[in-house]
């Protein structure tokens, strides 16, 4: 299968594919039945080093770049496995690793890498905000030597497989910052002892597999000193973190996409109608290749946009557009998947309607499809802000 080429990074594929070989459909299958988190392959992609791939030599992790990462997610939702349950802990590493104080890093993030400690979870979505940030209501005020947290959030994922998670609070009152994106800290909450103390969590049942929740906060009292960075550019410190993020969906898209290709490609060949292999008709071959075509595109963009990344170069509008492109073409290798295996498309056993509906979620979430091209048009085109 071309699908299955060698690379530069094969020896990371082959460790990946070799983990995830330990984990059959059924594993997964039933965790989705069972709305479970994979505590098993957790584990094991976090001895195994895989989880700590961007944390520095210095505290324990293995130092690598973004394209190595991106790998390492991409082999994990091509071999059937979903990645939401771990990528948080990547990214959500990188805001600390980039603005935590050198304390923080120390306390932190041995143990992240060893997996003492799982910092999988970021709190900034918020019922009445949506995607307009700068307007959430959650604050976080100063008393002494604590903040007090009050207000709401909505989808906050992994909160009970979790210890840790970071929050976006407003720190100074819209009315009282030059700029509505001033004003916004970041901090790390112990999810261990906030639970029941001030914060409340409501789980809310949801098309996949994801522990995702309400978010109470009524009074909740942080230690100041687990403000990361300086007070009231936390949204500027959010920001830094999502091309990281963007660049890492867009390699699970590409793995998702390859597992579709792949598994609609063996069963169009297996499966007979009319006397000969549905796959012998171009009205089933021609969608399937569209599709493939497109998930290499989108791969290579994902390719640039870590590059660049790892280069330290900007890299906003790849990210984006390595989101957008492999977002589509997971989406599209997923209709199609599902739309040639005929009914056996919706049975369980199969696996495709649970990729199905995994896949679909990267539309919307982290950052939906809008908002991509909102950001392409403003600043790469140079068009009028359009909200
Ligand atoms: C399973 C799941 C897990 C999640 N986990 C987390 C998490 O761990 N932490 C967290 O903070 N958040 C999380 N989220 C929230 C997710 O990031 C948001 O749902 C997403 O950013 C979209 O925000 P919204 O739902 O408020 O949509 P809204 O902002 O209400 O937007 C609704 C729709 O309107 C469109 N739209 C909005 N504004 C515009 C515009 N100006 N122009 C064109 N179209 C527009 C968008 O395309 C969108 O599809 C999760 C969501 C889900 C479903």
Redesign the pocket.
Known sequence: MNTNAADQYQDIRDGVRDLCAQFPPTYFRKLDEDRAYPEAFIDALTKAGWLAALIPRAYGGSDLGLTEASVIMEEINRAGANS?ACH?QMYNMGTLLRHGSEEQKKRYLPKIASGELRLQ???????T????TTKIKTTAERKGDRYVVNGQ??????IHHSDLMIL?ARTTPVAAVKKKTEGLSIFLVDLRSAMGKGMEARP?R???N?D?NELFFDNLEIPAENLIGMEGHGFKYILEGLNAERALIAAECVGDGYWFIDKVTQYTKERVVFDRPIAQNQGVQFPIARAYVNVEAASLMRYKACGLFDAHKPCGAEANMAKLLAADASWEAANVCLQFHGGFGFASDYDVERKFRETR?Y?????????I??YVAEHVLGLPR??
């Open positions: 939401a948080g979870s970021m709190g900034v979505t918020e019922p905000a949506g995607t307009d959030k909505v989808w906050i994922s992994r976006l809310i949801n098309m996949v994801q995702t979620l539309q919307v979430a982290p950052i939906s499809t809008n908002l091209l909102a359009s909200f």
